[in-house]
C-alpha cells in the first residue's frame, strides 16, 4: 500500500478572484444612439484610460493616477462615487471651476449619459472612472489626495442575505480615510432608513472619522441637486438621510 500523497493546497490569483464582495452587479441594457456617439467620441477627454483586470470592472494591476496630472492643475479634489447619470456632478462641476472632481461608476450608459450633460454645460474640471470605487480609492489614487468623498444613495442591497455587498463598512472607512486630506470630508445621503442607521453606526465606530454634525442626522448637503432618484424616495414617503464626517 502506497504512502498516501497530500492533497494540493488550493490557490487563486487575486486579481481574478475577489476575496470580498463588490457593492453591485453588472447590468447590460443598451445605450441609445447619442450615448454611443458620446462614448465613442470621447477620446480621453472625460473618461480616465484605466485598465481593467480580469475581473469586472476591477483594477489592473499597476494602474495609477496623480489628480495634478489629469487635470493639468493643483485644486481641491471631489470624488462622487456611484454617479449615475451625473446630474450631481455635473451641476458641482459648472457651479464650482475651481474645484476637480472625479465620477466613479460601473455602468457604462451612466458614464455616458454624464459625457453629453458635461458637454452641454462646457465644463473641463470633469473625469470619469469606470473601475470598482474602492479600488480606486485604495489603489489608484495617491494617498491623501481627494478632499471630500461623495456617497448619494448608495444601492441598499434591503435583503438580508445582501446586506455583505453594502459599501458603507468598517473596511471602506478605511480605504476612504487613506484617499482623503486630513480634514477631509466624507458626505453621505440615503432614502433606505435602515441602511441610513448602519451607515451611523459604522461611521461613528471608525476611529478614522468623528462626526461633522450635531443630532441625529445632518443637514441636507445644499450642494447636492434633486435628482429623479431622490425625488422618487420622497415619492414614495422615504426620509432622505445625510450624514457628514471629517477625516481625523
Request: proline share 7%; aromatic share 8%.
Amino acid at each position: 500500500m502506497t504512502e498516501e500523497q497530500p492533497r494540493p493546497q488550493k490557490t487563486h490569483d487575486p486579481l481574478t478572484f475577489r476575496d470580498k464582495p463588490v457593492s453591485f452587479v453588472r447590468r447590460g441594457g443598451r445605450m441609445t444612439e447619442s450615448q454611443d456617439r458620446a462614448w465613442a467620441d470621447d477620446n480621453g477627454q472625460y473618461l480616465l484610460p484605466i485598465e481593467h483586470g480580469p475581473a469586472t470592472a476591477s483594477l489592473g494591476e499597476g494602474q495609477t493616477g496623480n489628480p495634478v496630472e489629469l487635470f493639468g492643475r493643483e485644486a481641491p479634489l471631489t470624488v462622487e462615487i456611484g454617479s449615475g447619470q451625473g446630474h450631481a456632478i455635473v451641476h458641482a462641476c459648472a457651479t464650482h471651476p475651481e474645484r476637480d472632481y472625479l465620477a466613479v461608476e460601473v455602468f457604462q450608459g451612466g458614464l455616458a449619459r454624464t459625457i453629453l450633460g458635461a458637454r452641454e454645460a462646457g465644463v473641463t474640471n470633469l473625469k470619469l472612472a469606470e473601475v470598482n470605487a474602492p479600488e480606486l480609492l485604495e489603489k489608484y489614487l495617491p494617498a491623501g489626495s481627494v478632499d471630500e468623498i461623495w456617497v448619494f444613495f448608495p444601492d441598499p442591497w434591503h435583503k438580508a442575505r445582501h446586506n455583505k455587498r453594502r459599501l458603507i463598512s468598517p473596511d471602506f472607512a478605511r480605504i476612504a480615510h487613506r484617499a482623503l486630506v486630513p480634514g477631509g470630508t466624507l458626505r453621505l445621503a440615503t432614502d433606505w432608513q435602515e441602511y441610513a442607521d448602519q451607515m451611523r453606526e459604522v461611521l461613528d465606530e471608525a476611529p478614522e472619522f468623528t462626526r461633522a454634525f450635531e443630532g441625529e442626522w445632518a443637514p441636507r448637503y445644499e450642494g447636492r441637486v434633486m435628482t429623479a432618484f431622490e425625488r422618487k424616495g420622497l415619492d414614495k414617503g422615504r426620509d432622505i438621510r445625510d450624514l457628514t464626517y471629517t477625516r481625523v
